[in-house]
């Protein structure tokens, strides 16, 4: 099992920063990748970025490439979020997750995005953007 916990979430005008933080404990020697997801209210859950836990691939939805970027601290267990140029529609609770799959580099090229591919989740931490 692996255990998720999201921080750095908060209120900020259109144009700010936030960096939120996703300490992961437990079995984190089987991490194969973390995401982040965000939802907003009535929407479905939606892939924001993602990086393989022992390499360097990252990974980013076309609607945050540029702002976003997602990084790792291996020694610590924790990956971050960096957003900039926050917009009102990044709004949105934002969730971390963990998957321990055993993927080629091939399917998980093709299956990142995808929230079942994750099989642990934070409680998520909320982004508030005002305009």
């Known amino acids: 099992q692996v255990q998720l916990v999201e921080s750095g979430g908060g209120l900020v005008q259109a144009g700010g920063s936030l960096r939120l933080s996703c300490a992961a404990s437990?079995?984190?020697?089987?991490?194969?990748?973390m995401g982040w997801f965000r939802q907003a209210p009535g929407k479905e859950r939606e892939f924001v970025a993602a990086c393989k836990w022992s390499a360097g691939s990252t990974y980013y939805a076309d609607s945050v490439k540029g702002r976003f970027t997602i990084s790792r601290d291996n020694a610590k267990n924790t990956v971050y979020l960096q957003m900039n140029s926050l917009k009102p529609e990044d709004t949105a609770v934002y969730h971390c997750a963990a998957s321990d799959r055993a993927f080629s580099d091939r399917a998980f090229l093709v299956a990142y995005g995808t929230p079942s591919v994750y099989d642990y989740w934070g409680q998520g931490t909320q982004v508030t953007v005002s305009s």
């Open positions: 437990g079995r984190t020697f089987s991490i194969y990748a």
